[in-house]
Every structure is written in C-alpha cells, then in structure tokens.
C-alpha cells in the first residue's frame, strides 16, 4: 500500500482525522489512567512526534505516536521497569521543566482495520526512526508490546520474549518488524501499563463476569487480570519488552 506519511505538526488540519481513525485496541487498554491523562496530550504539544499515513484518497490508515525524554540524567538512566506509562511521565514532565531531550521513544504504531495487513507498520516505525534522526537524536527506544503475546497469557514475558525462530529473528511478529528494523531487546518492562478498575467497568469492557477471585484471562491481554471481588476491583498490569534502535 502506498502511503504518505505527515505529521501533525505539518498538517494541523488533520488532527480530528487522526484521532477519529478507527482502530483495533481492546477496550481496558485505553483505559490506563497514564495514557488516558497525557497520549492526547502528544499531537498538541508535540505535533512533530505525531504522524499519520494517507492513502491516495487522502484516507488516513495509520499513525504513530512517539516523545522525546532526557535518559541519561541522574535517577533515570537505565529504561524504566514501568515502561510505556513511565516514558509518558518522564517526556511530559521533561517539557514541563524544559529538560533537554537526548532520546525517542515510540509510543503506539496503530493501523486501521482495513489497512493491516500491508506492512503499514514496518512504514511508520521507519517513519519514527527516520524523523528521530533527522532531529539529531542517537537512539530511539520502544516499550514493545508483543503482538500474539495474547495467545499466551500464562507464558512469562521473559520466556516469551527471547523466542527466536531459525533465522535467528524473533518469533512474535511484532518484535519481530523491529528487530528487522535494527533494534535490538534491552530488558523487560514488567509494569509498562497498570489498568485497575471496578468489576462493572471490566464487564463492561470485556463482557465477561468478573465474580470470582482468580486470574481472567481476557481477550486481548497479554497476562491474566487479577479479580478481587471482595474489593469490587481487578487490575491488570502488563508487561512490554524494551527495544532500542540505535540511529
């Protein structure tokens, strides 16, 4: 599929599109009370981080939302065992105090329903890459969220993320498009994204009961979502893997 690539920054006009895309994402993810606060956030204060890809129609079937964060300052350093909610923290506060910046992380690749399955997200990860580059930065880094990690819930994310294939390549096909790529897996996030909620918000998002202390498997989730009835609660804490992409 041949897109073009813009960001916002370039194409102000297009921001409405973009969030009004539809997209696959399963309903607790965006639920997150991290995300919820600061990734609309990216596309109005950081609108050169925020891209989208338009077929010939001028359709948009894609974006890809990443920020900038300083990593080599005292207390930091190393990539955060919270990852994704972490990185969102760590940029946000950084602009705030005006911290200079020395790295990118990715934040979501989204592809729309009827456009996957063309490598339109190989597209926008290069387009990160590319536009990280340009602006002087060394590395970007991605807390990767395993796309068939799904299929194993009960897998531990450390067993599950260093399955290689014979071509010495990752098995999940996600990992996978940025090991292509040229990055490389760091460590593992293994709190990169917390969801607590009521039991009536998690049976509203999933249909499921939620009447019983276990561990649900939810369609959609990387591990199993704690339920505690006695506390009318269930949280769910996902793991990511930490890829870096020297540029």
Known sequence: MDVKVS?????????????????????????DPVGAAHYGRIPTELPQYALFAEDDNG?????????????DVDGRRALPARGWDQILLWAFADLRRGTRPDTVSAISVTIAPHAQGHGLSAVMLAAMRERARARGFRELVAPVRPSAKHREPHT???????????????????????????????SIAPASMTVGASLEEWRRWTGLPFDTAADV????????????????YAV???????MRHPL
Do not use: K
Request: aromatic letters at 10%; one cysteine or more; hydrophobic letters at 45%.
């Open 59 to 71: 359709e948009i079937v894609a974006h890809a939302f990443s920020v900038p964060f300083a990593l």
């Open 156 to 186: 531990p994310i450390t067993e599950y993320a260093h399955r290689m294939r014979p071509d010495g390549l990752p098995e999940d096909p996600w990992l996978r498009v940025h090991a292509r790529a040229g990055a490389h897996i760091d």
């Open 7 to 31: 960001s916002i920054a370039e194409r102000p006009d297009r921001l409405a599109a973009v969030f009004e895309m539809a997209d696959t994402w399963p309903g607790f993810v965006t639920n």
């Open 236 to 242: 769910y804490v996902e793991p990511n893997v930490w």
């Open 217 to 232: 498997e939810v369609p959609g989730a990387l591990v199993p979502v704690r339920c505690e009835p006695e506390r009318g």
